[in-house]
């Protein structure tokens, strides 16, 4: 199993962290980033306990479900946004965005940050120094139940058929917007699953599992807007 790193651990810990300067932007060494905000942002309720982090978008390839399997329930995600303030044109922006986000387990501490193996990923194939999670150009992933992803991602597929059937027009998206929009909760009441997307990034965002000192999972987190710092 790929464990994080001293320095990783310490990131990892630290985003959760209110108060806590993380570094600073690789593109300005002078404007130091902090953790403006920690909170939770919604719950979702996974009857299977199978767990897919992905990007809800339609995609050539099976959904990401994770090996490790959560006891069947319902689980708070808790977000993390980031200041660096800076200027451009003339004018200040604050900087602020989502930085990581995390489904709430159990209420104790990580002692292990672990790469979340999917479960198709050969564990013996695994190269020290790799970031394993899920990819995407579309720059939003999700939390939500394995069992229901068909259903659950129903809304996102209708969306992306209408946009090419009828390019310029702008479309809504059946699905519930959460914190202004910036996430978005899709429920079905068929299983009583849901899911949650977060902003991502393009590319690969990792995804980690947090374990308690005893070997449970905590916490699974994806961190995906913390590449840029130095």
Known sequence: MANAGPEKFELLEAVFTVGKRLGVRSSDALRPVHVAEVSVVASIRLPSGRLVVDTPWPEDRPARELAEQLPPGTYELEASWIEAPY??????????????????????????????????????????????????DTAMGAFADARSWQALTEPFRKFWER????????????????????FEKVTDPASRADLL????EEGVTAVWIGRTSAGHVATVAAAPHLSWLT
């Not at 997307?197 to 991502?200: E, M, N």
């Open 197 to 200: 997307t977060f902003p991502a």
């Open 87 to 136: 200027e451009f044109m003339g004018e200040s922006f604050d900087g602020r965005e989502c930085a990581a986000v995390r489904l709430l387990v159990r209420d104790e501490p990580v002692s292990v940050w672990e790469f979340a193996l999917g479960v198709d990923d050969p564990a013996e194939q695994i190269v020290p120094g790799d970031e394993m999670g899920f990819q995407t």
């Open 163 to 182: 946009c090419e059937q009828s390019p310029g027009i702008a479309f809504g998206r059946e699905t519930e917007k959460v914190r202004s929009g910036e």
